[in-house]
């Protein structure tokens, strides 16, 4: 199996969904990069952030609510972290938020700059932070992916929100510039706390709006929503996801990445050994 999101080599197609791993320097302490094809790290912004106040994370029926509010140490603290993405065997892409454009700008000014980042997913939608869902407006969504494009030479990916009438949120995305979409972040949900959903609660309705938009755009795709297993994976590969990214499975699993990949080579051995 190879795959190429944009010109990025990907030796399987799962990727880390930013977040549940952080910036990635506990988990490759322990845990290693097999399976995997692209690193994603947790979302990084122009200045440290504190994120929301405790409880941040709810357990719900085949899922989680999160509302961590990007809690992250800011680009300079991140920009520390060259020596482990350089010695990662996998391509990391950065995942970036801002509450201005002028933060946005900065960031791709800066991250353009850096040889051992393969592209950007530009976080445009967290359900958690006040005033930086960019995601609810159609305009802001194009204004703020043409700020990072007029910056960034690499790839774009912009991740959206669920929503119905996808269209309507993803063709902005494309006119400003992005050269492949994350679908989806999380589903807005309470339950105790106000937060994201995610896991395998989402997962059909996501697959849904999938479906209503693969055949309407030609830009790489990568799927996010409720990844648990090889089968969830293919049902987003035959939908026509380039890539699927594994975000809370991870929790459950820290191997998870691992375990899906075995399946899926020893599912498309078979259908080859079939073919013949
Ligand atoms: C604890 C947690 C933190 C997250 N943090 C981020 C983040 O910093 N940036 C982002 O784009 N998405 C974030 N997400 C969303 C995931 O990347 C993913 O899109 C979502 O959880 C759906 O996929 P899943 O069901 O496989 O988890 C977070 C999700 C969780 C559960």
Redesign the pocket.
């Known amino acids: 199996m190879s795959w190429n999101l944009c010109g990025i080599e990907l030796r399987t197609p799962l990727v880390t969904?930013?977040?549940?791993l952080g910036w990635g320097e506990e988990f490759f302490e322990i845990f290693s990069t097999r399976g995997l094809g692209l690193f994603i790290p947790?979302?990084v912004t122009y200045n440290p952030k504190i994120g929301n106040p405790p409880p941040r994370?709810e357990e719900t029926i085949g899922?989680?609510i999160?509302s961590?509010g990007?809690e992250?140490e800011g680009i300079y603290k991140w920009l520390k972290l060259e020596p482990l993405y350089r010695s990662l065997d996998i391509p990391v892409m950065a995942?970036i938020?801002g509450s201005t454009l002028d933060e946005i700008s900065k960031l791709g000014e800066i991250i353009n700059k850096l040889d051992y980042i393969v592209g950007i997913?530009l976080?445009l939608?967290?359900p958690n932070v006040k005033g930086e869902n960019w995601s609810n407006n159609p305009s802001s969504i194009f204004e703020v992916t043409y700020t990072l494009r007029k910056v960034y030479n690499k790839p774009i990916f912009v991740?959206l929100a669920p929503k119905d009438t996808p269209m309507l949120y993803i063709k902005p995305a494309i006119d400003g510039g992005a050269d492949g979409l994350?679908l989806?972040?999380?589903f807005p949900a309470y339950k105790t706390i106000s937060g994201?959903l995610?896991?395998?609660a989402?997962?059909p309705i996501y697959m849904r709006l999938f479906r209503e938009v693969k055949d309407k755009v030609d830009v790489p795709i990568m799927a996010?929503?409720?990844?648990f297993s090889a089968s969830d994976v293919l049902e987003y590969l035959n939908l026509g996801a380039n890539a699927v990214?594994?975000?809370?499975?991870f929790?459950k699993d820290p191997d998870i990445a691992e375990r899906i990949y075995e399946e899926l080579e020893s599912f498309l051995e078979v259908k080859n050994r079939d073919r013949k």
Request: aromatic share 4%.
């Open positions: 969904a930013s977040g549940p947790k979302t994370i899922g989680v999160n961590i990007l992250n995942s938020a997913e976080n939608s967290c991740k994350t989806f972040n999380t994201g995610s896991g395998p989402i997962r996010s929503g409720g990844v990214q594994i975000g809370t499975a929790f």
